[in-house]
């Protein structure tokens, strides 16, 4: 069902009006509107935090291509999310500086203490443990991760523990784990 038969058919957008309107204004920047796709894609995660079924099928009909199109591209990027992110989310940065100086070591105290493995979220939601598919130009204070877009750096010794605390603390699991 294309969006002029939804619309007619009276059917619930997933998406807001005022998101519709600012992506129908952003694939219509494009020669080609398939071209619109990842930054319709963007707008709409913007609104929703994560890309369901239903979302990613009014976009791909706002857009014109198939819903299985749209789909590929929304598993083949990583920034695009198909399901829901933790209130707080950790991005742990593993390329080769922070590899090299214990990012591997970072994720794995990082997942034992949330009880998670990364890419989950903890069951209440709380945080979301990613491994960062892409350097955060922090490379001379590694390791290093991302917190709700706030670098957090040299995580060794006591910054690490300290901050191993917070994470826990922010999960609601402090004093449960060592």
Same mark, same amino acid.
């Given at each position: 069902?294309?969006? *002029? ?6 059917? /619930?957008?997933?998406?807001?009006? %005022? ?5 129908? /204004? ?8 398939? =071209? ?11 609104? =929703?935090?994560? +890309?369901?079924?239903?979302?990613? %099928?009014?976009? /791909?009909?706002?857009?014109?291509? #198939?819903?299985? #199109? ?7 990027? #990583?920034?695009?999310? =198909? ?9 742990? !940065?593993? *390329?080769?500086? !922070? &590899?090299?100086?214990? /990012? ?16 989950? =979220? ?12 892409? !350097?955060?130009? &922090? ?5 290093? !991760? ?12 006591? &910054?690490?523990? %300290?901050? +191993? ?7 609601? +699991?402090?004093?449960?784990? #060592?």
């Amino acid at each position: 069902m294309n969006v *002029q038969d939804q619309e007619a058919a009276g059917s /619930a957008s997933p998406l807001s009006a %005022a998101v519709e309107e600012r992506i129908r /204004a952003e694939v219509g920047r494009y020669p080609q509107r398939r =071209t619109g796709l990842l930054p319709a894609l963007k707008i709409a995660q913007e609104e =929703t935090h994560f +890309l369901p079924p239903p979302v990613i %099928a009014r976009v /791909a009909d706002m857009v014109g291509v #198939s819903h299985a #199109s749209a789909n590929e591209l929304v598993t083949f990027y #990583s920034m695009l999310r =198909t399901k829901p992110l933790g209130t707080t989310v950790v991005e742990v !940065c593993a *390329q080769l500086p !922070c &590899a090299l100086r214990g /990012a591997d070591e970072l994720l794995g105290l990082l997942a034992a203490a949330l009880e998670i493995e990364p890419g989950d =979220t903890t069951p209440n939601g709380a945080v979301t443990l990613l491994r960062s598919h892409e !350097c955060f130009g &922090a490379c001379n204070r590694a390791p290093m !991760c991302v917190v709700n877009d706030e670098y957090r750096e040299n995580l060794r010794g006591k &910054a690490l523990e %300290a901050f +191993l605390a917070e994470v826990e603390t922010a999960a609601g +699991l402090e004093g449960q784990t #060592s």
